[in-house]
Structure formats: structure tokens, C-alpha cells
Nanobody
Framework: QVHLEESGGGLVQAGGSLSLSCAASGSGFSTSYAMGWFRQSPGKAREFVAAIDWSGGNIHYADSVKGRFIISRENAESTVYLQMNNLRPEDTAVYYC??????????????????WGQGTQVTVSS
């Protein structure tokens, strides 16, 4: 119904930068949906990273990434981007692309629901 294809990620030294992208497809997706990212480190729960609404005018970041990460989207390509700068070892995680209809439910997502990508590994070495 909705497929999210992630790309980017990899290994970088602390202080470096990486960019992630996620392209949505499928009949169940609408460019009116909120899009964004969660991440999960070993032994930890999945946590919210960033989200953006359809217009790009409503953007949210986790406190831990504010001032370092930038989220954006290109509706013509149904794609969301995450530019990650000044990366830290604690940013190491699997990053998951996520989309769902409403921003409020996106921000309060704690379990299943909406649509998820397969995840891409980001590793930051010290």
C-alpha cells in the first residue's frame, strides 16, 4: 500500500555529516501526509528524530538533534531528506523513515501504525 525506500547512511567520524533520503510510493500514500524519521539504538526504544508536514511549514525536531539536523521534503518526488551535521557517537542508530496522515499522531507515535521503511544504519565513530 505504501512503500518507503531509504538511502544514505553509513560510517562517519564524529563531527562529520551524512544525508539520508526516503522516497515514498504506492497508492496509499499522499503528499499531504507528514513524513520524517525515527531512530533506534541497540537496547533502546525507537525514538523520534524529526518530522515535516506537507507544506514544509510545520517542522519538529528532537531536542537532541536541534541545530544539527535539517529535515526537508520534495513533494514532486514524494521524498523526505535528513541532513545530519556535526554527528556524534550517540547518533549511532538505525534510522527509519516514517509517514502517516496526521502530524499529531506522528509526533505521538509509540508503537505500530502509519508506514515504515526498512531502516538504514548510521554509525558515528569517536
Amino acid at each position: 500500500q505504501v512503500h518507503l525506500e531509504e538511502s544514505g547512511g553509513g560510517l562517519v567520524q564524529a563531527g562529520g555529516s551524512l544525508s539520508l533520503s526516503c522516497a515514498a510510493s504506492g497508492s496509499g500514500f499522499s503528499t499531504s501526509y507528514a513524513m520524517g524519521w525515527f531512530r533506534q539504538s541497540p537496547g533502546k526504544a525507537r525514538e523520534f528524530v524529526a518530522a515535516i508536514d506537507w507544506s514544509g511549514g510545520n517542522i519538529h525536531y528532537a531536542d537532541s538533534v536541534k541545530g544539527r539536523f535539517i529535515i526537508s521534503r520534495e513533494n514532486a518526488e514524494s521524498t523526505v531528506y535528513l541532513q545530519m551535521n556535526n554527528l556524534r557517537p550517540e547518533d549511532t542508530a538505525v534510522y527509519y523513515c516514517h509517514t502517516e496522515r496526521f502530524m499529531e499522531s506522528f509526533l505521538n507515535r509509540r508503537g505500530p501504525g502509519g508506514f515504515w521503511g526498512q531502516g538504514t544504519q548510521v554509525t558515528v565513530s569517536s
